[in-house]
């Protein structure tokens, strides 16, 4: 004689079923991501400022991110900022990046756009220090991916206008 299942164990059988291969998958993805991954070390290149527009300044940033590991990094996106004395300056994103090859290293090219406010608080911070020197920081997003943490880049340090 052939019994038929209640309805309710017949859902808590697919549902344990649905768990675990939810699980399974997870795991499957944990295995991809490599154990020894270092992360990519960033240095800012070079800020140069373009003189089209007055009124909304432009810069063009160079960053160079060196890769570490022994797999290539398709670098995802960015997101930057970048403070003059205090003053945020620069924010800016982009995508479309170079991947960066196994133990090499690439030049990441942005243009970004200045904070016209900004800009005057720090023009006028320039002009009330007069020894030349101006404090920056680079902070910076990189996103490598789904399966890769993002990397976080702090850089500070002084640049001397004389």
């Not at 400022?49 to 991110?65: K, T, Y």
């Not at 942005?110 to 920056?136: E, W």
């Not at 996103?143 to 880049?153: A, E, H, K, R, S």
Request: hydrophobic content about 45%; proline content about 6%.
């Amino acid at each position: 004689m052939y019994r038929v299942k209640p309805i309710q164990s017949r859902l808590s059988s697919v549902v344990r079923r649905c768990l675990l291969a939810g699980a399974l998958l997870l795991l499957a993805g944990c295995v991809s991501i490599p154990s020894d991954f270092k992360e990519p070390a960033v240095s800012l290149v070079s800020i140069t400022p373009q003189i089209e527009n007055l009124f909304a300044p432009e810069f063009d940033v160079v960053l160079r991110v060196t890769n570490p590991n022994r797999i290539a990094l398709d670098v995802a996106g960015i997101h930057y900022t970048i403070h003059l004395q205090g003053n945020k300056l620069i924010d800016g994103v982009a995508s479309d990046l170079p991947v960066i090859e196994a133990y090499g290293e690439a030049d990441i090219g942005l243009r970004a756009r200045a904070d016209l406010m900004a800009g005057i608080n720090l023009l006028s911070d320039l002009l009330n220090q007069p020894d030349g020197d101006v404090d920056f920081e680079l902070n910076a997003e990189i996103d490598l991916g789904t399966f890769y943490p993002m990397v976080w880049v702090q850089r500070s340090g002084t640049i001397s206008l004389r």
